[in-house]
């Protein structure tokens, strides 16, 4: 038996695929993921997608960031932006939806995603991602998962909502259905 | 044009905004987001009523974006003029609610004129007695004293300041760090701390400002990555973030008394997070908090082989005395007073516990005399641990 390469997270040109997220806003978030990669590791590296309990594996490439732009970033910005753009690539890997609008709310915002080949004029069908990163262990990756749950069903909720949590240290992105009629 | 053209324009200027905002250009950053705000505004009123969700959230994302823009009265009309529509789904009119009384409380607040250090530290308290928006005053007011003493804390610890084993913090470090409670939002219990600026600070700015005054103005943004280091990854990013292990202990003891009782009886979670900074991400404290802490906490003991009879207890009483200086504290069980040496504890921790039933871990020692022999492990309050 050969062991096969797995897939590629497609994080680079995310601007090209990925309507709510300009060229400036992509490369923005992809920087603050190569800064969280840079904390635990060396590309390329494995990382554990776990999908609805579904595991697989995601080979993670990226450019060593610099001191520069190590620099611009502040520890939770950073791992909150790289987040967004590692479960955007994640969903896209393993479900095919695309984030195609961002909204304001409260405080900060909301990416909503949908196929790509569907119909954008309005926001009828389309589901709603919440996004969390952390550099603890897996405890706490699990634990940030079960809070982000709580917090989508407590009534938040505007759409069926996907949930997604990246482990930066324990290389592990856990995507998570939150509403069954997903 | 369509809703999806409005939107699309407000997308790129809320996106432009936010980089300003990151950037500290705020009011360049407040224009991009007024005219976001129009542009959802405008994508809203071209909706067909039938698109509920879509209207919904576009009524959320515009009063949204009037509010970051700092145009309250905008903000309220358009929040007022969709509530009164009745064509919201409910999840966008609880969130509308939500935001008016952001709004209301924004307003105060600028009218105000006091300056304040960037960020603001939001805390919330809920689940156990806890209701909406109310919960018992003892248990808050506890929570805000524990919160200033972590503010004093993170304040001498960026001042470069030696540990402080003893005592209250010194009026210099009063002097930089004025921590203000702020009413927030209803939802569980909150409340909002914020530290005041220096009155003198633009004279500072204005003049050759010192290291000191710039390493102040990071209290509320250190805070909040202590108390997240301290929480989350307490043997790997606390070390980094807090290199003194005396500092680190203090934040590691202050940490664990803000977290909810074990039972989870008064409360069952507390959730602290900076509500300036976009996607901020709570920190989360739960009942298994304080186990987590006190394992870091745990330190193996060290044996010799002449004091193999040690073992540790439990005793419970009421704390009477502090002889902090002395370094021994009484504790009465059941109307008996028994000394416990070795009290190493700061004031931040222990002084609020005095009068108060407290579980308390003591080395048990058979190499002391009688009166002697109890030296401090720990020490927690009862009803945090029942």
Known sequence: ?182 | MSWLVHHTRSEEYAAQAEQLFRRQQFSRAAELYRLAAEAETNALNTLDKSKIRTIGITAVSAVSLYSKAQEFALAKRIAHKWLASELLPSFAVDELEDLLQVIRYEQSRAKSGIQFIEGEVLVSVSGGEVLYGAAPLELILRKVEQVKSLFYRTTEFLLEKPHRTRGLPGQDVKDQCDPWLFQAPAGSYQFEVRVRRQKNFEQLILGDIVDTELRVEQITKKFLEIVRATTQDPEGELIEVVPQEDYRETFLKLTRELAPPVSGKSFDQMEIKSTSDFDSQPVVLRPDTRKAIKNVLKKPEIVSPELTQHKIRQLKGTLRGLQLDKDWIEVNIDGKTERIYEAKEIDDVIGPMVDRRVVVEVLERSDRPPDKKYSLHDIQLEEDLI
């Open chain 1, 1 to 182: 038996m050969t062991d096969s390469i797995p897939p590629l997270l497609p994080l680079h040109n995310l601007s090209k695929r990925h309507h709510a997220l300009p060229a400036p806003v992509a490369e923005y978030l992809f920087q603050a993921a190569r800064v969280c990669f840079d904390r635990h590791h060396v590309s390329p590296k494995e990382f554990t997608l776990e999908d609805d309990k579904v595991e697989s594996i995601a080979r993670v490439e990226w450019e060593r960031t610099d001191d520069r732009e190590k620099g611009a970033w502040d520890n939770d910005d950073a791992t909150e932006a790289g987040a967004c753009a590692v479960a955007i690539a994640a969903i896209e890997l393993t479900r095919s939806l695309f984030a195609i609008r961002r909204m304001s709310k409260g405080s900060g915002a909301d990416y909503y995603l949908a196929l790509r080949s569907q119909d954008l004029e309005d926001l009828e069908n389309c589901f709603r991602l919440e996004v969390s990163g952390t550099h603890s262990d897996k405890s706490e990756v699990t634990k940030r998962l079960r809070i982000k749950i709580e917090q989508t069903r407590r009534g938040d909720s505007n759409l069926p909502a996907l949930a997604a949590i990246v482990g930066f240290k324990v290389q592990l992105i856990l995507l998570h259905t939150v509403d069954e009629s997903l």
